[in-house]
């Protein structure tokens, strides 16, 4: 039978797309499903699956009490959801510090593209390279940072130690949010920031000189409302990758130390199901990060939406 040259480009599309999807069933859709089933057994990887209902997120997010007091099942799952939550404070920081460094490179100024790479290096640099590269910058005996604070605060005559950055329960989260936003900042949230930029029409401005507005009177009234969709779209971006960050500092770095203050959720997944074996509670704090955010993108867009100004200029 004779196909119609319709027929042929449909048969040639689906064969264009069959990698694709066969990658898709292979290692997202069935690993996806395989894991909420999971979620619902009990399996250490040596005996046989043991299957326990809702066992796995009762003891996840339940409570009993002890002593009269409210004790949660899982301290640490608890624990490390707050410290995921505490890392994610410098998110609006890197928007804005992401923000800034669109701003400044998008004027016409000699060696701008020299200072786009520069300001984008972090981010295609190996991770790995770069916690090695941290690590030894935050050394407590001879890194660079202490070797700064030690000598400066000998030349006006003060005698200092180094800070603990990395073993201390007080600095090790801050010392990882430091370096987030060093590797953030440059991205590809100032990539997403730039091209919005540059897609504000000039005329706009000139109108608005004509007026006698000024530059902060230009950027509130123009450009923030015209990069609005772009500021949202970062904004949820940075949310979700927040919930499934933290592993690769925490692997190399500080291991989730010191008492566990820079394990989070994604590490916590990591311990559980490589270095504990339980497979099915591991499963079980995967599929409760999920619903997490999934819940805050759905608020996000139900209520943050509201205040993108979408431009048809």
């Not at 290096?121 to 790995?128: A, E, M, S």
Request: proline letters at 4%; glycine letters at 8%.
């Amino acid at each position: 039978m004779k196909l119609k040259s319709s027929e042929k480009e449909a048969i040639a599309g689906y064969l264009f797309i069959l990698p694709n999807f066969a990658g898709f069933l292979l290692f997202t859709l069935f690993p996806v499903i395989l894991s909420f089933v999971f979620s619902f057994v009990r399996w250490d990887l040596l005996s046989s699956p043991a299957f326990v209902g809702l066992n796995n997120f009762m003891k996840l997010l339940g409570f009993h009490r002890e002593a009269g007091a409210l004790v949660a099942n899982d301290p640490l799952f608890w624990k490390c959801f707050g410290n995921t939550l505490y890392l994610m404070m410098i998110i609006p920081i890197e928007i804005m510090a992401s923000l800034m460094l669109a701003l400044v490179i998008n004027q016409k100024i000699k060696g701008v593209n020299f200072f786009k790479t520069v300001f984008f290096l972090p981010t295609i640099t190996n991770g790995v390279a770069i916690c090695l590269l941290w690590y030894w910058i935050y050394n407590t005996d001879f890194g660079l940072l202490n070797s700064l604070v030690v000598n400066a605060a000998r030349s006006i005559g003060i005698h200092a130690h180094g800070i603990s950055w990395l073993t201390s329960v007080a600095w090790a989260k801050p010392s990882l949010m430091i370096m987030g936003l060093w590797i953030m900042m440059g991205g590809y949230n100032m990539i997403l920031f730039l091209a919005a930029l540059q897609g504000v029409p000039r005329e706009l401005y000139e109108a608005a000189e004509i007026d006698g507005a000024g530059s902060w009177d230009k950027f509130w009234r123009i450009t923030w409302p015209m990069i609005s969709p772009a500021t949202f779209f970062v904004a949820v971006m940075a949310i979700i990758g927040g919930f499934q960050g933290g592993f690769m500092q925490a692997y190399i770095m500080t291991g989730g130390g010191p008492e566990h203050s820079t394990t989070t959720l994604e590490y916590l997944i990591y311990n559980h199901l490589y270095s504990w074996h339980n497979v099915g509670y591991a499963a079980s704090i995967a599929w409760f990060v999920f619903v997490v955010v999934f819940l805050i993108t759905l608020l996000n867009w139900r209520f943050g939406g509201k205040l993108v100004q979408y431009s048809h200029y």
